[in-house]
């Protein structure tokens, strides 16, 4: 009678070695952070990760391939950090570190976001965009609040009007469409123009999108 074997266990290393491979991307990002990193970018990151299908962010990592480790002296007291990032975001957030030959490593891992609930932190739902973080334009926000049924967020709110909206927020909403879209006619466009072009406004009423957004 033959004898089964076990499903040989990948090392914390073994791992880290095939994380190391992957591309940077909605799932990946890897970061220097030699001395230290800020935390409110941490947050921002998770949030980014956490919104697109959840991910890792490794710190004390080269984030240029062929990556290679270079240790990391930032966030020394984990548990402190991983504390603040939940207390943020309310969302389970794990961390570790890997202590390996080249420097220490840090792993956080991001779960994905509930169904039907984009994150936001500090005014805008975040994703990223390349190496950057950018807020989430309203075609993937509406993407992700209809997964949980009917979508309110289409509704109307007969009692908001244009001055219920922030200029400074509908500026950053016409900037990041633009810079996503290629699009240099909505430079030109008037506040209500672009919204209507956005389905943010429907036969002259504010949706909650609107509202939720700006």
């Given at each position: 009678m033959g004898t089964i074997k076990s499903a040989k266990m990948n090392t914390p290393f073994e791992q880290l070695a095939g994380w190391l491979d992957k591309k940077e991307d909605e799932h990946f990002e890897f970061k220097e952070a030699k001395e230290n990193f800020h935390f409110e970018k941490l947050v921002k990151y998770c949030v980014a990760l956490a919104n697109e299908g959840g991910g890792k962010i490794l710190l004390g990592v080269a984030?240029?391939?062929?990556?290679?480790?270079?240790?990391?002296?930032?966030?020394?007291?984990?548990?402190?950090?991983?504390?603040?990032?939940?207390?943020?975001?309310?969302?389970r957030i794990e961390a570790e570190e890997l202590q390996h030959p080249n420097g220490r490593v840090l792993v956080f891992h991001i779960p994905s976001r509930p169904l039907g609930v984009p994150i936001q932190y500090d005014g805008a739902y975040w994703m990223r965009a390349g190496e950057a973080l950018t807020p989430m334009t309203p075609d993937l926000l509406k993407r992700i609040f209809d997964e949980a049924g009917p979508d309110f967020s289409a509704e109307t709110c007969s009692a908001a009007t244009a001055k219920d909206l922030d200029s400074t927020a509908i500026s950053g909403f016409r900037g990041s469409w633009t810079r996503k879209s290629g699009r240099k006619d909505l430079d030109t466009m008037s506040d209500e123009q672009i919204l209507s072009d956005a389905e943010l406004i429907l036969d002259g009423k504010m949706t909650y999108a609107a509202l939720i957004l700006l």
């Open positions: 984030d240029k391939l062929p990556r290679k480790v270079v240790g990391t002296r930032a966030f020394q007291m984990l548990e402190r950090t991983k504390a603040g990032i939940i207390e943020r975001l309310r969302l």
